[in-house]
């Protein structure tokens, strides 16, 4: 079964500062895709940053970025110079062929 | 472009009513979904079409059915209402040939009494 973990539920964070969000899956498949969403409390679900397995590549947007570490199957979200629009539920998942399977989430606060 | 929506933002029913959800996305995407979220649970598959004329069960199909219209509306519809669906519902869409991501409505907030 394919699952994916985010152990930490809440975090919070200076304005200004770094963050990193943890996450770790398990599938038994080579090629697939990862994400982060983000959740503000307008509830819409908002694309962060995506990882294809494929690529040794770290991917950057911006001030987000990912630790992608595939033998250990951890796929980290790295937050540069927090804001405090930044303050959301932030969602890990990741496809492969049709399904999306997701976190629980980890609620983060930025802090003024 | 609206991009997915969804109908309605917000509903309550009592036990044993039935209601659809609606969906529709103009975007020409191939593939669509329904999730719920729970508090502390995440996104849960209930349905997803992966191409106009086809359905399949996710995590939590039971007491849900789903009709794909066409290409462009995906409905979700509860039977007989249970306290156990009090949910946010999602419906989202994603074009499965070059980009991956999935693309998200408003949500729909259903509250069983």
């Known amino acids: 079964a394919q699952t994916v973990t985010q152990s930490q539920p809440e975090m919070s964070v200076q304005e200004a500062e770094t963050v990193t969000l943890s996450c770790t899956y398990d599938t038994s498949e080579n090629n697939y895709y990862l994400f982060w969403y983000k959740q503000p409390p307008s509830r819409q679900m908002i694309l962060v940053i995506r990882q294809e397995a494929y690529k040794q590549q770290n991917a950057t947007e911006n001030r987000f970025s990912v630790n992608f570490q595939k033998a250990a199957k951890s796929f980290s979200l790295k937050i540069s110079d927090s804001q405090l629009g930044d303050t959301a539920m932030y969602f890990c998942?990741?496809?492969?062929?049709?399904?999306?399977?997701f976190g629980t989430g980890t609620s983060l606060t930025v802090i003024p | 472009n609206a991009g997915v929506t969804q109908t309605p933002k917000f509903q309550v029913l009592k036990t044993g009513q039935s209601m659809t959800l609606q969906c529709a996305q103009d975007m020409n995407h191939n593939s669509m979904y329904w999730y719920r979220q729970d508090p502390g649970m995440g996104l849960r598959l209930i349905y997803y079409?992966?191409?106009?004329?086809?359905?399949d069960k996710g995590e939590v199909p039971n007491g849900y059915n789903v009709s794909r219209l066409n290409k462009r509306e995906f409905s979700l519809r509860l039977e007989s209402a249970a306290p156990s669906q009090t949910s946010v519902y999602f419906c989202?869409?994603?074009?499965?040939?070059?980009?991956?991501?999935?693309?998200f409505g408003p949500g729909t907030r259903l509250t069983v009494t």
């Open positions: 079409s992966a191409s106009e004329g086809t359905t």
């Open positions: 989202a869409s994603r074009w499965t040939v070059v980009s991956y991501e999935q693309y």
């Open positions: 998942a990741f496809i492969d062929g049709n399904q999306f399977y």
